[in-house]
């Protein structure tokens, strides 16, 4: 998962996050380092990228954020050669991307954009399996492949596998492009706004499950956004970009809120940083409470028996046959059935154990419940949380206090390392030479479809200074 003991203390960027759990795949993700990379797209003129110098540590998630024309894209895009770098070397793993046929490269790089970017004449299973395809991987093979990840996506395979992109909702189809990207099980995702096009409740939800698969999977991810939340509640590291790529901070969520580098940074954050820190606690972190639950069709008495019994509770949970809450009446409510009913309440509120507490007090906020319902895999039961637990955690917010031997490499021109010197500049201590990391794989990977149609998104900094 994203912010554990050991993604904070990231160290010679072959920690433990780089170590595939039982049940990944076996491509764990391999650090990416930029070297003095410039983008020039035209000879007069700024450059769009200005000699960016920035190691993005294995098996960890980084997000980039800053203004509509930054050159976030650009950056992005040079990692698989979308773009080709004016000047600079890019290695992941111990690979210099400039070496490698640029086909082969992108196979090994799953890509995400807007939308999902599925091609629309093939159903969603063709849609996942293209990578694979094109890798001469066997039917069978593929069939199971696209099992495997609809399951990890959360869509039922049975109802979705055979359906058109149009037939499905903006998030579900942005699912698939996840899904799509992480076909050949590659060790680096690249992703460029994924989920601005859809509703916030839908780009929760899909947040959710990104951090989930990351946290099985462990793969090295690249994700641009221009949502500063965003950037904070996924990223295990934020690089915050002014225009020319320039690094202004490179530096972990917790780190940005309690010591912003200067003013453009603040801006950035606007007003509230202290209730921002809530993004950064997940539900899992606090005290989730216990709950009654009981079963449809059992019998009211017993199941009030059973909530007076521990404690008298005042609510009980429904669920069904594989442990997925269906409703949460009060003992009022209890006390006037005879039998307990299977119907599903769809205002209930949940939210998934990858959740922040900001999703959580917003889900009460939305159904009105002083609670909310915490869902595990595959949304099965997990507990309660309460605003109580959430005030508490506002309550105990702390400072957080700087990495003791400075985080990976971030910044612009000569000597990144050494710009802590030079006010206004980044603000990242030094950080020891770049090991390669296990470049154990071969290419197996893959990448999106090479269908480019980045579209380009309207920024909207929440309370953004602009520096243009
Ligand atoms: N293909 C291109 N040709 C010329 N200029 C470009 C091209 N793509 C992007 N730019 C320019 O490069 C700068 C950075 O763009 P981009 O990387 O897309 O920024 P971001 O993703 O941060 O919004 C902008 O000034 C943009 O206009
Ligand atoms: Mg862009």
Known sequence: MSHTEENKTVEGHVGASSAPSPDSGDQAGRAILLEHITKQYSRKGLPAVDDITMEIPSGELVTFVGPS??????????????????????TIGDRDVMAMNADKLRRE????????????????????????KMLHWDKERIDERVEELMDLIALDSDT??????????????????????LAADPPVLLMDEPFGAVDPLTRQGLQDSLLEIQASLHKTIVLVTHDFDEALKLGDRIAIMSEGAHVVQYDTPE?????????????????GAGLKQLTLNRVTDAELWPAVTCSPGEDAREVLGRMKEAGGHKHVVVVDERNRPLSWPSRQKVERMDTIPGTKDPGLATVSEESSLTDALNSMLVSNAGAALITGRRRTFKGVITVEVVMDAISRLRTVEPEEDGGPVGGNGEDPEHYDEDPGSIGEAPT??????????DGSAAAA????????????????????
Request: hydrophobic letters at 35%; glycine letters at 14%; aromatic letters at 4%.
């Open 432 to 441: 020891s030479e770049i090991e390669d990391d296990d470049s154990a794989a």
């Open 449 to 468: 479809s090479e269908n480019d149609s980045d579209a380009q998104v309207p920024s909207a900094l929440s309370g953004g200074d602009d520096e243009q």
């Open 109 to 132: 790089i799953g890509y995400v954009i807007q939308g999902g970017g599925l091609l629309p004449h093939m159903t969603v299973g063709a849609n996942i399996a293209l990578v694979p």
């Open 160 to 181: 979705y596998k055979d359906r058109y992109p149009r037939e499905l909702s903006g998030g579900q189809q942005q699912r698939i492009g996840v899904a799509r990207a």
């Open 255 to 271: 780190r940005l809120l309690a010591a912003p580098a200067n003013d453009f940074v603040e801006g950035f954050i606007g007003g």
């Open 69 to 90: 024309g930054c050159g976030k894209t650009t950056t992005l895009k040079m990692i698989n050669r979308l773009i080709e770098p004016t000047s600079g070397r890019i």
